[in-house]
């Protein structure tokens, strides 16, 4: 079985490399590790697309939208999962803009962040909770969206359907509207965080 690939952006270069190191020995595949978003499709051969894209966010929200945006246009279909101590609710209008699957605290520990990509690879939501509402309108013209990632990705495959695993290609059968992406054997590879010890992510 294939490992899921991962590509790595981080102005940051311990809490990146890291990251890399900590990944790599539960079994991900580091394609990509970059200080700039912009490097990240020039490091990675076509093969080598990761799956999942974790990203650290500028602090400035226009930005961290310009991250998010390239990203995914140059890889439609990604799984993002980002990085930011700021979680208001103008920042979580930001990750529904661009279909981002976690929004997480560079301090989580690293048992969290393998059961946050589980989620994610699964489709799942992992946000804050307990933010007010955004006063902000979401408009075509405050921050264009013009790439066809929100419609792959949000696609819903009937239950039963047979499709490629998306971490190991194996086609399968679909068990439900929400566990959809992924087979069973990765699923249960990817959930097993039981045995893993507590580490920081922040350096």
């Not at 700021?86 to 529904?96: H, M, P, Y």
């Not at 990817?190 to 920081?200: G, I, K, L, P």
Request: charged share 25%.
């Amino acid at each position: 079985m294939n490992s899921v690939t991962v590509g790595l952006v981080s102005s940051d270069q311990f809490f990146r490399e890291g990251l890399k190191a900590l990944l790599t020995e539960d079994g991900y595949t580091v394609t990509g590790s970059v200080n700039d978003h912009r490097e990240l499709d020039a490091v990675v051969s076509a093969a080598d697309t990761p799956v999942l894209v974790l990203v650290d966010l500028h602090r400035d929200i226009d930005k961290a939208a310009d991250q998010l945006g390239a990203i995914s246009n140059t890889m439609p279909g990604v799984t993002l999962v980002a990085f930011s101590d700021i979680q208001d609710s103008d920042w979580l209008v930001l990750c529904e803009d661009y279909d981002v699957n976690a929004l997480l605290r560079k301090q989580v520990s690293f048992k969290a962040l393998l059961q946050c990509l589980g989620l994610a690879l699964m489709g799942e939501k992992v946000m804050p909770t307990n933010v007010a509402p955004s006063t902000r309108t979401k408009t075509d013209d405050r921050r264009p969206c013009a790439h066809d990632h929100h419609h792959h990705h949000g696609r819903s495959h009937q239950q039963g359907e047979t499709i490629p695993c998306m971490t190991c290609g194996r086609p399968f059968e679909t068990e439900d509207r929400r566990a959809n992406r992924i087979c069973s054997s990765c699923k249960t590879r990817m959930n097993r965080v039981s045995s893993v010890a507590e580490h920081t992510l922040h350096y």
